[in-house]
T-cell receptor, first 113, second 113 residues
Framework: GENVEQHPSTLSVQEGDSAVIKCTYS??????FPWYKQELGKRPQLIID?????GEKKDQRIAVTLNKTAKHFSLHITETQPEDSAVYFC????????????FGTGTRLQVTL | EAQVTQNPRYLITVTGKKLTVTCSQN?????MSWYRQDPGLGLRQIYY???????DKGDVPEGYKVSRKEKRNFPLILESPSPNQTSLYFC????????????FGEGSRLTVL
């Protein structure tokens, strides 16, 4: 089955700096890659996703890039703010849906003032 | 208000005492799923359901049962809980289509002594 590795496990940045979280996947058939954000004590929420026919997708301060050849995808957050502090999970799916997502182990992002 | 509701939110029980965690969604979603979240392991899928009476195993189904008799409900059953099932459990639902956003419940923290 699919295996998703996520790095780093913790990341501390100063407010206004950029943050990058990287994930690699094992199965070249994977074609759907969502990112979920989980604030402390809250439920995970989808923040952005990308499909394999697209190399990059942006939504305001967040962007995701996908390198199918290297089998890795990354989340980029620019101009970080304290409210970006959370655990971020990447995930991958082989059928283009979220029915059988394999999640990474999570990255705890801390944005310091 | 569109939501996924789980009960109980917190439960401490003992080994072998059967329990059920209920999940209900009011969004008429066809897809529902259960995940467990453990430190350092991310979110792992237990079971999922594509529609009424259609269920399938996820990555960690051992020790769990599910049923989908109605579209809105997807209970998770632990017939004989063991300490290794101590975890934070999330139910999620989605409407299959162009967007496969998972809507998570608030989570159920289960401790098995």
């Amino acid at each position: 089955g699919e295996n998703v590795e996520q790095h780093p496990s913790t990341l501390s940045v100063q407010e206004g700096d950029s943050a990058v979280i990287k994930c690699t996947y094992s199965d070249s058939a994977s074609n759907y890659f969502p990112w979920y954000k989980q604030e402390l004590g809250k439920r995970p929420q989808l923040i952005i996703d990308i499909r394999s026919n697209v190399g990059e997708k942006k939504d305001q301060r967040i962007a995701v890039t996908l390198n199918k050849t290297a089998k890795h995808f990354s989340l980029h957050i620019t101009e970080t703010q304290p409210e970006d502090s959370a655990v971020y999970f990447c995930a991958a799916s082989m059928d283009g849906t979220a029915s059988k997502l394999t999640f990474g182990t999570g990255t705890r992002l801390q944005v310091t003032l | 208000e569109a939501q996924v509701t789980q009960n109980p939110r917190y439960l401490i029980t003992v080994t072998g005492k059967k329990l059920t965690v209920t999940c209900s969604q009011n969004m008429n979603h066809e897809y529902m799923s259960w995940y467990r979240q453990d430190p350092g392991l991310g979110l792992r899928q237990i079971y999922y359901s594509m529609n009424v009476e259609v269920t399938d195993k996820g990555d960690v189904p051992e020790g769990y049962k599910v049923s989908r008799k109605e579209k809105r409900n997807f209970p998770l059953i632990l017939e004989s809980p063991s300490p290794n099932q101590t975890s934070l459990y999330f139910c999620a639902s989605s409407l299959p289509g162009a967007s496969w956003e998972l809507f998570f419940g608030e989570g159920s923290r289960l401790t098995v002594l």
